[in-house]
């Protein structure tokens, strides 16, 4: 999917090594208890806003009548804020059976962590920028500090961390084993084109979806493609594509382009806006954020699977993490009554992410890491979080254990 606006900068991602040192002198002040999945706190240095490819048959689809599409629906919301449009993160800690926001860094500009038993999440005040076990996310509305205290926003804390640290993880993949998968373009619409040569995202869209249904199927999916051949398939058809299957989950694959920049590189995941909040990314389109789609009911979810299958795809490509989005303009996705995402698996414009786009190993990597995602089983639904206490020993502790580079601006 070709940029129409510069992308975002991706946020450098410590080595592993070096975040599971960090986490095991974190987490032995800000918990009770011992964690076994490692966090990594954000490095707060960058912060912005072959051989021929095998035959892959498709898995059959015998799609039924599917009416005539209508104007996807928009639904005028209230704007009116709550009482209490920010609230003190240290009441919603306890209200939550969480311990007290941890302090990563007192100046020049504080930044918490939070610790429960699913994860580590680390925001920093006056920053959008959030990380949620290392992985790049954006809040709506960036934390304050008043009085000392950090406050969030209402709907931060309701779309983005209740999801995250309170919610049931992915529970809903046990309810609906149907998944449609959507190959980004075709036909006449070819996408964009790779900086290498005359090859096009649709033809490697449609490869990465081949791949993946047949995973998929051979584990107990079962698996439909909006389009198995280079057609051209409107966003209104694809939409009614997926609600004619009865889709469980709806993920539209795509690959990326910022030309004539070549530089950008790394993987994006989309999910769309909650209604109140204001999308991550624009390029140049209208952001009503009174407005409110069908795809709203699943805000949650889409979160969940979002941050699923990005961080499974970040094993694929080294790393390169553009964050989790979020986006009212992806017109695919507006309409969907199922969770659902997008994946921009890398940059056709980059030479380097274009030759491995190219390669059919990789794509089949790609698939592999997207089917991992979706067949691990979620947590257990009906696991609270634990009270992780926080002692006075870590907040002493903190600017000797974390790395200078770690807690500057």
Known sequence: ???????????????????LCLLVLLLAGCATGSR????????????????????????PVVPPAIPPPAPQPTISVATNQPAETW????????????????????????SYALSATNG???????????????????????????????????????????????????SFLRTNST??????????????????????????TLDWARRLSLLL???????????????DVSLPNRIAFAEAHKAGIFVSLHFNSSAPNDQQAGLETYCLTPAGMPSTVTRGYGDDVGLAFPNNAFDPQNLQLALRVHRALLQVNGRHDRGVRRARFL?????????????????LSNPQEARLIADPGYREKLAEAVAQALMEKPELANLAPSAVS???????????????SILRP
């Open 120 to 170: 580590v999440f680390v925001l920093r005040a006056g920053s959008q920028v959030a990380h949620w076990e290392g992985l790049e996310l954006r809040l709506a509305f960036a934390p304050q500090v008043l009085d000392g205290q950090p406050y969030l926003h209402t709907l931060d804390l309701k779309k983005t961390l209740e999801p995250l640290i309170v919610g049931a993880p992915l």
């Open 217 to 231: 199927a051979t584990n107990g999916w079962r698996v439909f493609l909006t389009r198995t051949n280079d057609i």
């Open 390 to 404: 926080q002692s006075a020993a870590i907040r002493a502790q903190s600017a000797a254990v974390l790395p200078t």
């Open 36 to 59: 076994q999945k490692a966090a990594r706190v954000a490095d707060w240095d960058r912060e912005d806003k072959t051989a021929p490819a095998p035959t892959v048959p498709a898995v």
């Open 331 to 347: 017109g695919v996705l507006r309409g969907q009554h199922c969770p659902a995402v997008l994946v921009e698996g890398g940059y």
């Open 1 to 19: 999917m070709r940029e129409a606006a510069p992308a975002l900068a991706g946020m450098a991602i410590l080595n592993q090594r070096g975040w």
């Open 179 to 204: 998944v449609v998968i959507d190959p980004g373009h075709g036909g006449a619409d070819s996408g964009t084109r790779s900086v290498l040569g005359y090859r096009y995202e649709k033809e490697f």
């Open 87 to 110: 609230v003190p993160l240290a009441r919603w800690c306890k209200a939550t059976g969480l311990g007290a926001p941890c302090p990563l860094s007192p100046t020049p500009t504080p």
